[in-house]
């Protein structure tokens, strides 16, 4: 066969691979709510290049970034509680909330929320006050029980593994036991220099007991936003050096009594302080550390390539982000996937986490003394006392984004982001994120998905939703598909690039960020409204 004819061959086996049948949709009128569309028999093809979209987005296989861990949330005590309550009061509506949820099964109806995030003791959203060893002096934890969770955070967490053995398991805690201190308690205050070798013990003690439980950690944090000390529920100040010697210790302890597998994540605070605490904490272990992780409630999301830029490297988390009661529905999502399911993944981050996964319609159930969450904090999941339940607008954001990343083939890699750009007279309408999913067989076609933020809802004010005749290149060839206003999550299948380049972590795309900021100051989405009012209360 001549190579001519091969070369030809080639060209069509890639067309016709490269077809749209599978796009998931919220729209901003909530007409579609996660809602999936299989476009059999009639695809939306790739062909032959011709005029451009009103907006035109580049597909750039060749440009590969950080593999994508997921989308999640806290499974605090409250969550837990609420969540063990509704298993008691109506077990299928339960087990439907866990399928719908965490499910990662590939064409399933469900977020496949992959990564959860579980408090070490009190937050501010337990009954009470306690850490695993209360024993004042106790430095050889004598009286260690992991047992002082309540049973539910554990039974919850084996519910959710049931249904996804993907999932990844993230553990910190709040606060120090009172009894290491400088105020003898866990609501604010700082941790007492004299234990900082000995708190180390008492983490590695954590991870023994949560593997205890069947469930190994993916992660440890050494403290829960170490910059903050709030007298009304758990809080502490570590400082950079302390936090630096207890990592340290930690990775020993872990590496010498077969956890060398649990990564140890540092700083878990605010974008705005991204150049300074997890850069000086690198500095000082960066051995100890696989990487660091961020908060929304100060700053913003681009401030987390500062730290990538000096630690290129070193992984970054997103790990908490808290809706609020009675924000609105719209501007929230948008806000979240401009900044965190896209933004954040577009700064290098590999999760995108909310805060509680579930609460009832109050934001409740909250530590009495806590004067933590303002206007009150809204759930992932709304449960009510009644037996029902549904998603919160965190939810469909996040649905959106996970359905993108998840592996295709039992046992296959999650997906990896890619290069994206977006052109055209209405390139400020589309805010992108690209991703590629491996398979586990050489021989089956690469998955490439989009998630597309369309926000042209005003035109100079005045309320106008439009939605964008765009197309999509890829590889030489061009598909058309118009985007509503709303999150649109879609994929096709082609084969893997003969030539792939370099993974590429010292870069991000900016062009769109560069569109964003022209949007916003020409009559596009601000970022405020209530959400944000609440992040500043938080700082």
Not at 494 to 523: C, I, K, L, M
Request: proline letters at 5%.
């Amino acid at each position: 066969m001549r190579p001519q004819f091969l070369f030809l061959l080639g060209i069509l086996h890639a067309a016709v691979s490269q077809q749209i049948y599978d796009i998931w949709a919220t729209t901003w009128d909530r007409g579609s709510l996660f809602t999936y569309t299989n476009l059999s028999p009639n695809p939306i093809n790739f062909v032959s290049p011709g005029a451009i979209g009103s907006a035109d987005i580049v597909v750039n296989d060749q440009s590969t970034y950080q593999t994508v861990w997921g989308f999640g949330a806290s499974l605090t005590d409250s969550s837990a509680q609420i969540l063990n309550n509704l298993k008691s009061k109506n077990w299928s509506n339960y087990w439907s909330l866990i399928g719908y949820t965490f499910s990662p099964t590939d064409g399933a109806n469900a977020a496949g929320l992959s990564y959860l995030r579980v408090p070490l003791g009190a937050s501010d959203f337990s009954a009470n006050l306690y850490s695993y060893d209360d024993t004042s002096g106790d430095t050889s934890f004598n009286d260690f029980s992991i047992n002082a969770a309540p049973s539910y955070v554990f039974s919850v967490i084996s519910d959710i593994q049931s249904v996804n053995s993907l999932l990844k398991v993230h553990i910190l805690p709040w606060s120090p036991p009172g009894w290491m201190k400088t105020t003898g308690t866990m609501d604010g205050g700082s941790l007492s220099s004299q234990y900082v070798s000995i708190y180390a013990n008492y983490l590695y003690k954590c991870v023994q007991g949560f593997a205890s439980k069947g469930i190994t950690p993916y992660a440890i944090s050494i403290q829960n936003e170490p910059q903050n000390s709030d007298t009304t529920y758990p809080t502490a100040l570590v400082s950079v050096a302390q936090e630096a010697q207890i990592g340290t210790a930690l990775r020993s302890l872990l590496n010498n009594n077969g956890f060398s597998g649990v990564n140890i994540i540092g700083y878990e605070h605010n974008w705005d302080d991204a150049s300074a605490y997890p850069v000086q904490l690198m500095q000082q272990a960066a051995d100890a550390f696989a990487g660091v992780a961020f908060h929304c409630y100060a700053g913003s999301v681009d401030e987390q390539n500062d730290f990538h830029t000096q630690y290129p490297q070193k992984e970054i988390y997103f790990t908490e982000c808290s809706g609020v009661i009675g924000s609105d529905w719209w501007s929230d999502i948008k806000w979240y996937m401009d900044n965190l399911m896209i933004g954040s993944i577009t700064y290098n981050s590999q999760t995108a986490l909310m805060w509680n996964l579930a609460l009832d319609g109050n934001g409740q159930p909250v530590l009495p003394s806590s004067s933590s969450c303002g206007g009150g904090c809204r759930g992932v999941l709304q449960v009510n006392s009644n037996g029902t339940w549904s998603p919160n607008q965190e939810f469909y954001s996040m649905a959106q984004a996970s359905k993108a990343i998840l592996p295709k083939d039992s046992g296959g890699p999650f997906g990896q982001r890619i290069g994206v750009t977006v052109g055209g007279s209405m390139s400020w309408a589309l805010i992108v994120g690209a991703y590629v999913t491996g398979r586990v067989s050489s021989s089956d076609w690469n998955r490439y998905s989009l998630v597309v933020l369309n926000w042209a809802d005003n035109t100079n004010g005045s309320w106008n939703p439009q939605p964008v005749q765009t197309t999509i290149e890829f590889r030489s060839m061009q598909a058309t598909y118009t985007f509503p206003v709303g999150v649109t999550t879609l994929w096709w299948y082609a084969t893997a690039p003969s030539v792939r380049a370099a993974n590429t972590t010292s870069e991000y795309e900016d062009d769109q960020f560069v569109a964003q900021a022209f949007y916003r100051t020409n009559g596009g989405p601000t970022k405020e409204g209530g959400y944000l009012r609440f992040q500043k209360e938080r700082t």
